[in-house]
């Protein structure tokens, strides 16, 4: 959208009004005839001149181009330069020399304004009047000086013709960017911002919980804006009553635009060896070592990081589990506000079970760190982080289950934090503390079956062959046998990785799964013999001979442990000195162990055949 401005040439002015029509500035003197008008501008490599009848008589320098131009025309309508003491130049082919520093717009902008003051046409346009309405404003071109000057049409066409429309105003807030603060003071921003948010706000009249592609018409226009007219369009968004979690998607939209990938999915894990396959170029922002970015790039992204987290609406539903989690891995990278970080941490701490993996796998190094501290070796992810993140949701949770009766997200909280467990175990400067800590953080209850723990330890004792044997009791501690699965313990039976005495545990539990399994038939018989008296009488013979086999697993187990006992004083008293014995002695104990391993299976087959699916209450496996 264009409108065109003629203004026609300046009438001749008569010899007897000459003295009448001077300035108020009384030291620029107007010349008696006005022959100035130019027919256009003519450019030699960085100069401009008008093309006129008359030499020019003045040079104005903007930014690297100089102007040489008439002082009159200028003079007649810019109050800048009617109140400038203009000096009489020392080379009178130089004519007045003087130069407009940081000048809005620049001296493309310059250059209309100079046709506007010699009454050639000009062309407004969205792209064009904030530049214009900042520059007539820094020259002053008032109507006191003429009426129908450039500031008030520059003022006319930016309310009426471009704020009308949406993606003329649009147009005209981006051309503020680089206009700071003419565009500021002159409040240009302020009223796009305003017109934006209306625009916004009389469109999406949608009351759903679901967010149409309808509601998110706006989303792609307001990301391409700078991230301070962004915060300031959704400020005035959520005054004005938007749903929440339409500004959290525009937020959305917005980071997924203007951050930084952190594509963990690049990283590459060699699963089978547990060592690491780092590509830099990919994962360079990670370790900060991206000597290239400059510091302006990492404090833009910073600001941008920050200014996000500060407008994230209060709502937890409004924004992603894991874009909260790009944010904070961001955010340490980018050395953003500590406060910001902590205020993330509780706010993800509220969404933990929507998070993956993945999302956890927070990186240690920010952006400008070069070396590390050689006292201290770092870890590949940042641990310390997850810790506090999961406090915080086990407070939540807590202040939930007191407030209401509420169903307890813990149970899928424990899959997450034992397959992050997995992940981070494959990095050999994980100390054991930290892993037992993180580990032991969930209360008891929280794991139903252990099998995802028990993958997270194998895996640190796989990564850490060098533990003592205390620090592998220690670890090992944290696991409770009687919560692993059928194909758990059979792993962790032939595990040489495991402790013996967890392995005899291990043992042990399966052993106590079975006993009670068979007691608990016994009482459901007893509770309720007017409906399955029959059957059990026609099973007993079967139960007899489970206990029996029971029993003979028992004196197996007894066997197995005096043969631990005499194998660790021999060990004592040969001091090593004798393998020979010990690894007959170790042979025996796991051809012991397949024996209880195979006895097991046996039985749970044959209770498959015998005993019918109507009586049974709990399988032994």
Same mark, same amino acid.
């Given at each position: 959208?264009?409108?065109?401005?003629?203004?026609?040439?300046?009438?001749?002015?008569?010899?007897?009004?000459?003295?009448?029509?001077?300035?108020?500035?009384?030291?620029?003197?107007?010349?008696?005839?006005? +022959?100035?008008?130019?027919?256009?501008?003519?450019?030699?490599?960085?100069?401009?001149?008008?093309?006129?009848?008359?030499?020019?008589? &003045?040079?104005?320098?903007?930014?690297?181009?100089?102007?040489?131009?008439?002082?009159?025309?200028?003079?007649?309508?810019?109050?800048?330069? +009617?109140?400038?003491?203009?000096?009489?130049?020392?080379?009178?082919?130089?004519?007045?020399? &003087?130069?407009?520093?940081?000048?809005?717009?620049?001296?493309?902008?310059?250059?209309?304004?100079?046709?506007?003051?010699?009454?050639?046409?000009?062309?407004?346009?969205?792209?064009?009047?904030?530049?214009?309405?900042?520059?007539?404003?820094?020259?002053?071109?008032?109507?006191?000086?003429?009426?129908?000057?450039?500031?008030?049409?520059?003022?006319?066409? =930016?309310?009426?013709?471009?704020?009308?429309?949406?993606?003329?105003?649009?147009?005209?807030?981006?051309?503020?960017?680089?206009?700071?603060?003419?565009?500021?003071?002159?409040?240009?921003?302020?009223?796009?911002?305003?017109?934006?948010?209306?625009?916004?706000?009389?469109?999406?009249?949608?009351?759903?919980?679901?967010?149409?592609?309808?509601?998110?018409?706006?989303?792609?226009?307001?990301?391409?804006?700078?991230?301070?007219?962004?915060?300031?369009?959704?400020?005035?968004?959520?005054?004005?009553?938007?749903?929440?979690?339409?500004?959290?998607?525009?937020?959305?939209?917005?980071?997924?635009?203007?951050?930084?990938?952190?594509?963990?999915?690049?990283?590459?894990?060699?699963?089978?060896?547990?060592?690491?396959?780092?590509?830099?170029?990919?994962?360079?922002?990670?370790?900060?070592?991206?000597?290239?970015?400059?510091?302006?790039?990492?404090?833009?992204?910073?600001?941008?990081?920050?200014?996000?987290?500060?407008?994230?609406?209060?709502?937890?539903?409004?924004?992603?589990?894991?874009?909260?989690?790009? @944010?904070?891995?961001?955010?340490?990278?980018?050395?953003?506000?500590?406060?910001?970080?902590?205020?993330?941490?509780?706010?993800?701490?509220?969404? @933990?079970?929507?998070?993956?993996?993945?999302?956890?796998?927070?990186?240690?190094?920010?952006?400008?760190?070069?070396?590390?501290?050689?006292?201290?070796?770092?870890?590949?992810?940042?641990?310390?982080?997850?810790?506090?993140?999961?406090?915080? =949701? &086990?407070?939540?949770? $807590? $202040?939930? /289950?007191?407030?209401?009766? /509420?169903?307890?997200?813990? /149970? +899928?909280?424990?899959?997450?934090?034992?397959?992050?467990?997995?992940?981070?175990?494959?990095?050999?400067?994980?100390?054991?503390?930290?892993?037992?800590?993180?580990?032991?953080?969930?209360?008891?209850?929280?794991?139903?079956?252990?099998?995802?723990?028990?993958?997270?330890?194998?895996?640190?004792?796989?990564?850490?062959?060098?533990?003592?044997?205390?620090?592998?009791?220690?670890?090992?501690?944290?696991?409770?046998?009687?919560?692993?699965?059928?194909?758990?313990?059979?792993?962790?039976?032939?595990?040489?990785?495991?402790?013996?005495?967890?392995?005899?545990?291990?043992?042990?539990?399966?052993?106590?799964?079975?006993?009670?399994?068979?007691?608990?038939?016994?009482?459901?018989?007893?509770?309720?013999?007017?409906?399955?008296?029959?059957?059990?009488?026609?099973?007993?013979?079967?139960?007899?001979?489970?206990?029996?086999?029971?029993?003979?697993?028992?004196?197996?187990?007894?066997? /197995?442990?005096?043969?631990?006992?005499?194998?660790?004083?021999?060990?004592?008293?040969?001091?090593?000195?004798?393998?020979?014995?010990?690894?007959?002695?170790?042979?025996?104990?796991?051809?012991?162990?397949?024996?209880?391993?195979?006895?097991?299976?046996?039985?749970?087959?044959?209770?498959?055949?015998?005993?019918?699916?109507?009586?049974?209450? $709990?399988?032994?496996?």
């Amino acid at each position: 959208m264009q409108k065109l401005i003629l203004d026609g040439q300046e009438d001749t002015i008569d010899d007897e009004s000459d003295e009448s029509n001077q300035v108020n500035d009384q030291s620029i003197v107007v010349p008696t005839m006005l +022959n100035a008008a130019a027919d256009g501008f003519v450019k030699k490599e960085k100069s401009w001149f008008a093309t006129s009848q008359l030499p020019s008589d &003045l040079s104005i320098r903007v930014e690297d181009i100089t102007f040489y131009v008439h002082k009159y025309p200028l003079v007649a309508r810019c109050g800048y330069l +009617n109140q400038i003491e203009l000096h009489e130049p020392q080379n009178s082919h130089l004519g007045y020399d &003087l130069k407009l520093e940081k000048f809005s717009g620049g001296s493309e902008t310059f250059e209309t304004i100079l046709k506007f003051c010699y009454g050639l046409p000009i062309s407004l346009n969205p792209t064009n009047v904030a530049a214009l309405r900042c520059g007539s404003e820094f020259l002053e071109m008032t109507e006191a000086m003429e009426e129908g000057n450039l500031i008030s049409k520059t003022e006319a066409f =930016f309310t009426f013709v471009a704020l009308t429309s949406w993606n003329d105003t649009i147009t005209v807030i981006k051309s503020c960017e680089t206009l700071s603060p003419w565009a500021e003071n002159l409040q240009i921003v302020r009223r796009c911002c305003d017109s934006i948010a209306w625009k916004i706000f009389r469109e999406n009249s949608s009351t759903g919980d679901i967010i149409t592609n309808e509601e998110k018409w706006w989303f792609d226009d307001v990301a391409t804006l700078r991230i301070d007219f962004f915060l300031r369009i959704i400020t005035a968004v959520r005054v004005k009553g938007i749903k929440p979690e339409i500004i959290g998607s525009c937020i959305m939209n917005y980071g997924d635009k203007w951050l930084p990938s952190m594509n963990n999915e690049a990283r590459g894990t060699d699963i089978k060896h547990g060592t690491n396959r780092w590509n830099d170029s990919q994962w360079s922002i990670t370790s900060g070592r991206n000597r290239e970015m400059s510091n302006g790039q990492n404090k833009e992204q910073r600001t941008i990081i920050e200014s996000l987290i500060s407008i994230l609406p209060p709502q937890k539903e409004a924004v992603s589990c894991k874009f909260l989690l790009k @944010l904070l891995k961001l955010s340490i990278v980018y050395a953003a506000s500590p406060a910001l970080i902590f205020e993330l941490e509780k706010r993800i701490a509220m969404v @933990l079970e929507n998070a993956s993996t993945n999302d956890l796998l927070i990186p240690t190094y920010a952006v400008g760190e070069q070396t590390l501290n050689s006292n201290e070796e770092q870890t590949i992810h940042n641990i310390d982080v997850v810790q506090r993140i999961l406090d915080y =949701f &086990l407070m939540y949770e $807590q $202040q939930r /289950l007191q407030q209401q009766e /509420l169903k307890s997200t813990t /149970l +899928n909280i424990s899959k997450l934090v034992d397959s992050y467990l997995a992940e981070i175990a494959r990095d050999p400067n994980v100390s054991i503390t930290k892993f037992q800590v993180l580990a032991e953080s969930l209360p008891r209850h929280a794991r139903t079956c252990h099998d995802g723990l028990y993958r997270a330890i194998d895996t640190y004792l796989k990564t850490h062959p060098l533990l003592s044997e205390h620090d592998r009791r220690r670890l090992c501690k944290i696991m409770d046998g009687g919560k692993l699965s059928l194909d758990g313990c059979m792993h962790a039976a032939q595990n040489e990785r495991l402790p013996l005495r967890i392995v005899i545990q291990v043992l042990l539990s399966e052993q106590v799964k079975m006993r009670a399994a068979l007691q608990g038939k016994d009482i459901t018989g007893s509770d309720d013999n007017s409906d399955k008296e029959n059957c059990w009488s026609s099973t007993k013979n079967e139960v007899k001979s489970l206990r029996e086999e029971l029993e003979n697993v028992k004196m197996q187990m007894a066997e /197995l442990q005096r043969d631990y006992s005499e194998l660790q004083q021999e060990y004592e008293k040969a001091n090593n000195k004798h393998r020979s014995s010990w690894t007959s002695g170790w042979r025996k104990i796991k051809k012991s162990a397949h024996f209880i391993r195979k006895m097991v299976e046996d039985e749970t087959h044959e209770r498959k055949h015998r005993v019918k699916s109507g009586c049974r209450r $709990q399988s032994i496996s």
